[in-house]
């Protein structure tokens, strides 16, 4: 492929992981006004975001082994195609029920384009160039998570509601172009047959699981809806996991796991996934309702965490090319322990340069650990399976992000609601109570004791962070570790049945 053309190409792959970046976070701050504009109860308005998380997770696996098959540029088309269609009719809608679908509908286009960008890409780079190509899908991927609250409160505050779907068109209109244009097509040369039972096990097995996830928040963990959705998708992934090793053409290879570089790789991302999740999740709430910014402010304020994401990328790639992913996934995993560490010291009386140095420290660990471990895992997938392989990584960072917002989001309810019992259980809340009783103790009771739930948060970020760096320098291969032959691939997946 001409270097100048694959290099346009990869920045038409760049824009369209960016948009479902954002996409994925824009809703942080549209929710009250999307409630207003379509007459959305509560239950309406969770289901409006379940929507996206849901078919996201579920059609991962699906979405990859499809690309592989039928070819990834068609699945990458037909996935921007879902998200440009999409984005329009969101703008038009006038009820819940066709937002909700919209959602889903979008959904299935992130589900396809974010495993099948990254899979394109062993086939349009060599080894020399495919680690900056990962960097910047990375990047891309990275910045557009915190980059939904910024966007989303510009839109908000500018335009009607409608603009936070139609500022994807032009992006995915574009990428879409681009990518029919520019991108090869590529696929299996083994035409192996889709494996139905499997795609339909995985959809449905992860579809309950992460569904038992996020209803932990509002429920608890001791649930019967809770535990009998996590219960109904552990049997339906095992179930998956045991037809894989008995098709002849299995969804995911697991044989990938018994690499060590695609293993551990996929381990380091889903924790450094699970970091930056918990980071988004508890510092707009901080931003807003004790600092005193509102929607847009906030999102200006994340912006941090991309400066030092986009600043770590290249170092993290040429630490990587000199000694193997070990030691730049090691140093990225310990640099963000540092500075959630940093950012648990967050008191009454700190200013928002403190906020601004360890959000950067944190960004900065996340891009010097999560490219190189993609890096890793691509560098071992046979070029026949990299949609699927791409997908299997993907999924287990969903996974790990949705259960890491349960996980947190129980410490943090936990922990404000000891401190502070009498301010209705949250600090929204009490910020609601405080404005109709005009009692201002309310509100400084609530901003105290959310300060102390959110260090505790912040800690146990940095716990699994500093767990990632142990598990990394302990195994994840170092320079000598070779990618792994198709044909390999297939005698280790025997083996394993």
């Given at each position: 492929?001409?270097?100048?053309?694959?290099?346009w190409?990869?920045?038409?792959?760049?824009?369209?992981?960016?948009?479902?970046?954002?996409?994925?976070?824009?809703?942080?701050?549209?929710?009250?006004?999307?409630?207003?504009?379509?007459?959305?109860?509560?239950?309406?308005?969770?289901?409006?975001?379940?929507?996206?998380?849901?078919?996201?997770?579920g059609?991962?696996?699906?979405?990859?082994?499809?690309?592989?098959?039928?070819?990834?540029?068609?699945?990458?088309?037909?996935?921007?195609?879902?998200f440009?269609?999409g984005?329009?009719?969101?703008?038009?809608?006038?009820?819940?029920?066709?937002?909700?679908?919209?959602?889903?509908?979008?959904?299935?286009?992130?589900?396809i384009?974010t495993?099948?960008?990254?899979?394109?890409?062993?086939?349009?780079?060599?080894?020399?160039?495919?680690?900056?190509?990962?960097?910047?899908?990375?990047?891309?991927?990275?910045?557009?998570?915190?980059?939904?609250?910024?966007?989303?409160?510009?839109?908000?505050?500018?335009?009607?509601?409608?603009?936070?779907?139609?500022?994807?068109?032009?992006?995915?209109?574009l990428?879409?172009?681009?990518?029919?244009?520019?991108?090869?097509?590529?696929?299996?040369?083994?035409?192996?047959?889709?494996?139905?039972?499997?795609?339909?096990?995985s959809?449905?097995?992860?579809?309950?699981?992460?569904?038992?996830?996020?209803?932990?928040?509002?429920?608890?963990?001791?649930?019967?809806?809770?535990?009998?959705?996590?219960?109904?998708?552990?049997?339906?992934?095992?179930?998956?996991v045991?037809?894989?090793?008995?098709?002849?053409?299995?969804?995911?290879?697991?044989?990938?796991?018994?690499?060590?570089?695609?293993?551990?790789?996929?381990?380091?991302?889903?924790?450094?996934?699970f970091?930056?999740?918990?980071?988004?999740?508890?510092?707009?709430?901080?931003?807003?309702?004790v600092?005193?910014?509102?929607?847009?402010?906030?999102?200006?304020?994340?912006?941090?965490?991309?400066?030092?994401?986009?600043?770590?990328?290249?170092?993290?790639?040429?630490?990587?090319?000199?000694f193997?992913?070990?030691?730049?996934?090691?140093?990225?995993?310990?640099?963000?322990?540092?500075?959630?560490?940093?950012?648990?010291?967050?008191?009454v009386?700190?200013?928002?340069?403190?906020?601004?140095?360890?959000?950067s420290?944190?960004?900065?660990g996340?891009?010097?650990?999560?490219?190189?471990?993609?890096?890793?895992?691509?560098g071992?997938?046979?070029?026949?399976?990299a949609?699927?392989?791409?997908?299997?990584?993907?999924?287990?960072?969903q996974?790990?992000?949705?259960?890491?917002?349960?996980?947190?989001?129980?410490?943090?309810?936990?922990?404000?609601?000891?401190?502070?019992?009498?301010?209705?259980?949250?600090?929204?809340?009490?910020?609601?109570?405080?404005?109709?009783?005009?009692?201002?103790?309310?509100l400084?009771a609530?901003q105290?004791?959310?300060?102390?739930?959110?260090?505790?948060?912040?800690?146990?970020c940095?716990?699994?962070a500093?767990?990632?760096?142990v598990?990394?320098?302990?195994?994840?291969?170092g320079?000598?570790?070779?990618?792994?032959t198709?044909?390999?691939?297939?005698?280790?997946?025997?083996?394993?049945?």
């Amino acid at each position: 492929m001409n270097s100048s053309r694959r290099w346009w190409a990869l920045g038409a792959l760049v824009i369209s992981v960016l948009v479902i970046g954002f996409d994925t976070t824009i809703l942080n701050v549209a929710l009250p006004t999307l409630g207003g504009a379509v007459h959305a109860s509560n239950s309406q308005l969770q289901w409006i975001v379940d929507a996206y998380v849901l078919v996201f997770a579920g059609l991962l696996l699906p979405a990859g082994a499809l690309g592989d098959r039928y070819g990834r540029k068609l699945l990458l088309l037909i996935g921007l195609a879902f998200f440009a269609g999409g984005s329009v009719v969101g703008a038009l809608v006038h009820s819940p029920g066709q937002l909700i679908a919209v959602r889903a509908a979008l959904g299935i286009g992130a589900a396809i384009i974010t495993p099948i960008s990254l899979a394109v890409l062993p086939q349009m780079f060599t080894e020399k160039d495919r680690g900056k190509a990962v960097a910047l899908v990375t990047v891309g991927i990275g910045l557009g998570i915190p980059l939904g609250p910024l966007v989303g409160g510009y839109l908000l505050k500018h335009f009607w509601w409608g603009s936070i779907f139609l500022v994807n068109v032009p992006a995915a209109v574009l990428a879409l172009v681009a990518v029919a244009v520019l991108v090869p097509e590529s696929r299996d040369p083994s035409g192996a047959k889709v494996d139905v039972p499997g795609a339909v096990l995985s959809t449905a097995g992860l579809v309950a699981f992460v569904y038992g996830i996020i209803e932990v928040p509002d429920k608890g963990w001791g649930s019967p809806v809770v535990i009998g959705f996590l219960a109904l998708g552990a049997v339906l992934l095992t179930g998956f996991v045991l037809w894989q090793l008995r098709t002849a053409y299995p969804t995911i290879d697991l044989s990938l796991f018994t690499r060590p570089r695609f293993l551990w790789g996929s381990i380091a991302a889903t924790l450094a996934s699970f970091t930056l999740f918990g980071v988004l999740f508890v510092v707009p709430q901080y931003l807003q309702l004790v600092q005193g910014y509102d929607a847009l402010g906030s999102g200006l304020r994340l912006l941090p965490v991309m400066s030092g994401l986009i600043v770590a990328g290249g170092l993290g790639q040429r630490l990587a090319q000199w000694f193997g992913p070990k030691v730049p996934v090691t140093l990225g995993m310990a640099v963000i322990a540092a500075g959630l560490a940093w950012g648990s010291r967050t008191a009454v009386g700190s200013g928002y340069g403190q906020t601004a140095a360890w959000l950067s420290t944190v960004g900065f660990g996340v891009g010097l650990a999560m490219i190189p471990a993609m890096d890793a895992v691509l560098g071992t997938l046979p070029p026949g399976r990299a949609g699927s392989g791409t997908a299997l990584t993907m999924t287990m960072r969903q996974v790990g992000g949705a259960l890491g917002v349960a996980i947190l989001g129980s410490v943090l309810a936990d922990v404000y609601t000891a401190q502070a019992p009498g301010t209705g259980g949250s600090l929204p809340a009490a910020a609601a109570i405080a404005g109709r009783t005009h009692d201002l103790a309310i509100l400084l009771a609530g901003q105290r004791a959310y300060l102390h739930a959110m260090d505790r948060v912040l800690l146990v970020c940095a716990a699994v962070a500093l767990a990632g760096a142990v598990l990394a320098v302990a195994f994840l291969p170092g320079r000598d570790a070779q990618p792994v032959t198709e044909e390999e691939s297939e005698h280790e997946l025997a083996r394993l049945a």
